[in-house]
Each structure stands twice: as C-alpha cells, then as structure tokens.
C-alpha cells in the first residue's frame, strides 16, 4: 500500500514537474490581432428628444445613388449619407 501511495505521489510530482517547464518555453506568436471596441455615448433623455429640424437646400457636390420610392426621388451624396 506504501509503495502504490509512493508511486502515485511520484506520478503527481512529474506531472507538476513536466508543466512548470513547459511554462518556461518563449512565446513564438507568428501574428497579432486588433480589435475595435466601441464605447457608449449617453445622453440626457432631455438633451435626446429634442425635435427635428430642417435646414435649408444645400447644393449637391458628389452624388452617390439614386432612389425612387413613392413618386419621391432620394439622392444619396457621398459620405455624407
């Protein structure tokens, strides 16, 4: 019974033992990744509702797209929406 106990500490002191120098090893990354992460913006419920407003006609420079939907036609320009 002593020898098996003996053997089984042995096993649990190699196994140990095996690890920790695998720990020791140099990291050898072949790339490295980024991310992007958004952060929140909060508002006031106050500052939020305020009304929608309209400004007056601006002259279009560079056009994107054109829709039609419902005898409305909508004229994306770039990068601007």
Not at 13 to 42: G, M, T, V
């Amino acid at each position: 019974m002593k020898n098996k106990n003996l053997v089984n500490h042995l096993l649990v002191f190699l196994a140990i033992l095996s690890l920790s120098f695998n720990s020791c090893l140099k990291d050898d990354c072949s790339e490295e990744r980024f991310f992007l992460e958004y952060e929140p913006i909060y508002v006031q419920p106050e500052d939020f509702r305020v009304p929608v407003t309209t400004e007056s006609p601006r002259e279009m420079e560079t056009t994107g797209k054109i829709y039609f939907f419902n005898d409305m036609i909508f004229i994306n320009e770039l990068y601007k929406g």
